[in-house]
């Protein structure tokens, strides 16, 4: 995330409401299937601060434990409104990310980092699987460093000119000469998203069967801040966001305060982060959010 600010809070507002369809839909599937999840991050921050999202914030997150992300891609597409899809490696080519997006297909919410991919990015709600860390440390250092390799191939196959913050000059000029060589090094070679995914996979997924306290997010570049444990996790509870109503972990205070400190606390401008936008198209969505828009002015 960078602290580039959108033109105006209109905008934000406007991408809100379609961020609180794609977060509509998906609660409404996971309480059909019976599969447990809760918001994430800034997501989580926003439901118990402001009741919804962070006035500043421009996307949504979610996260799962593995066994119930992996049914929820098998299980979900069979009762999806046909509105929304799923995009991950097994659905979309070139695309660039370990986890899975809910998208809103035809609109486009393209931030300045992916820029320059071939995925083309819907407004989404981002999918992030957790995964069972063991408690000796070398071992769970050892899963960081080979997520973190095999997460940055996956995402340069995407994107062989990812958008750089403050960096510029003859060091810009260099990492993109690396980029670019690894990028299409992978493609000429033959190299598919598939197969960099499944070696993330191999890496994330070591004690799926064993039993731990703690998981991880291994789509961080920074796992250990992004631990949770079964206990603080489950079981979920619900609460109110914008319009929705939903799932939080069960201790979450604990959870927010490890991962954020003091996170009621609002930050200094110069903190107030989100992705620096460079396509934002509502597509047949623009009636809508004006509707909306008027609703409550």
Not at 95 to 123: A, E, G, H, Q, W
Not at 227 to 243: G, N
């Amino acid at each position: 995330m960078t602290n580039t600010k959108y033109a105006n809070q209109q905008l934000l507002d406007d991408i809100h409401v379609l961020l609180e369809l794609i977060l509509g839909e998906f609660d409404r599937v996971c309480r059909s299937l019976d599969i447990p999840y809760c918001i994430y991050g800034g997501t989580a921050i926003g439901a118990v601060r402001h009741k919804g999202f962070i006035p500043w914030d421009d996307d949504a997150d979610v996260l799962m434990r593995r066994s119930d992300y992996q049914r929820f891609l098998a299980q979900a597409p069979k009762i999806l409104d046909s509105r929304f899809a799923l995009h991950n490696t097994d659905t979309v080519a070139d695309f660039p990310f370990m986890f899975t997006k809910m998208v809103l297909l035809d609109t486009l919410l393209i931030p300045k980092f992916s820029k320059n991919s071939r995925y083309k990015m819907p407004f989404f709600l981002d999918i992030l699987p957790v995964d069972n860390i063991p408690g000796d440390r070398t071992a769970f250092n050892s899963m960081s460093r080979a997520s973190w390799l095999w997460g940055r191939l996956l995402f340069l196959r995407g994107i062989a000119r990812p958008y750089l913050v403050g960096v510029s000059g003859a060091k810009k000029a260099l990492i993109y000469s690396a980029t670019t060589l690894v990028h299409w090094s992978m493609r000429l070679t033959g190299i598919k998203t598939q197969f960099l995914q499944k070696q993330w996979e191999k890496a994330v997924r070591r004690y799926e069967l064993t039993p731990c306290e703690y998981m991880a997010d291994f789509t961080m570049r920074d796992p250990q801040n992004w631990v949770i444990s079964h206990a603080e996790l489950l079981p979920t509870i619900d609460m109110p966001f914008e319009s929705l109503n939903l799932k939080m972990p069960a201790q979450y205070d604990t959870w927010l305060r490890r991962g954020y400190g003091d996170y009621m606390q609002l930050p200094p401008p110069e903190q107030q982060r989100n992705h620096n936008p460079y396509v934002v198209d509502f597509g047949p969505y623009k009636q809508l959010v004006e509707n909306r828009r008027r609703n409550l002015s």
